[in-house]
């Protein structure tokens, strides 16, 4: 089984949308979640990061949480050419430090 | 902004070959890792290092894999004896403390081994 699952897509939208990308995940005792932008023949970029369920928002981007449901969202309203990139989940566990990743879904915004 | 700086950028090896990848994390930083991803696929972690040993390690991080912070800058990978599997973009990242939550991560080296 997986421990994180993530749509690779990729996802193509008109400059504008609102853009919604998602995660799941099988073990219940992940307790940090985060949201890193990869451009292409980069590092992964910090983007979102939340602890245990809930939202969080930072200008345009949203991230949310649902343990219950194991299920993670980031929401980019008014999308930019820019933010064309791979998004990548990641989470970890309380005591632990290793960052476990989805596979990440590449996002193209036309403008 | 502080950056993690990760040398060379590319490196092309002989399967059999050993490979030191470089990495000189943030400077007030105390937790580094060496992570991986192999072209098309997930970025997977390999190595966590803190106060000059290994905290944590994965099932990748077999014997032909070491780290080493030989002095107060630079944070090595090496790998003894390259195969062709070991082609992939290492990535060094580092974070300022146990409650941060922002790992920085550097821009990659990109390993091929023919």
């Known amino acids: 089984q997986k421990e994180v699952e993530q749509d690779p897509g990729p996802l193509s939208v008109p400059e504008g949308a609102i853009v919604s990308l998602n995660c799941t995940y099988s073990n219940s005792a992940f307790q940090y979640f985060m949201w890193y932008r990869q451009y292409s023949r980069k590092g992964p970029e910090l983007l979102m990061y939340t602890y245990s369920s809930g939202n969080k928002e930072d200008g345009r981007f949203t991230a949310q949480v649902d343990k219950s449901s194991k299920y993670i969202s980031l929401f980019i309203r008014d999308s930019q050419p820019s933010d064309s990139a791979t998004y990548l989940c990641a989470m970890r566990l309380e005591a632990g430090t290793a960052l476990i990743f989805g596979k990440g879904t590449t996002l193209s915004v036309s403008s | 902004e502080p950056e993690v700086t990760q040398t060379p950028s590319h490196q092309v090896t002989q399967m059999g070959q050993e490979v030191i990848l470089r990495c000189v994390p943030i400077s007030n930083h105390l937790y580094f890792y060496w992570y991986r991803q192999i072209l098309g696929q997930k970025v997977e972690f390999l190595v966590s290092f803190y106060n000059n040993e290994i905290s944590e390690k994965s099932e990748i991080f077999d014997d032909q894999f070491s780290v080493e912070r030989p002095d107060g800058s630079n944070f090595t990978l090496k790998i003894r004896s390259t195969k062709l599997e070991d082609s992939a973009m290492y990535f060094c990242?580092?974070?300022?403390?146990?409650?941060?939550?922002?790992?920085?991560f550097g821009s990659g080296t990109r390993l091929t081994v023919v």
């Open positions: 990242a580092s974070r300022r403390d146990r409650e941060a939550n922002g790992y920085t």
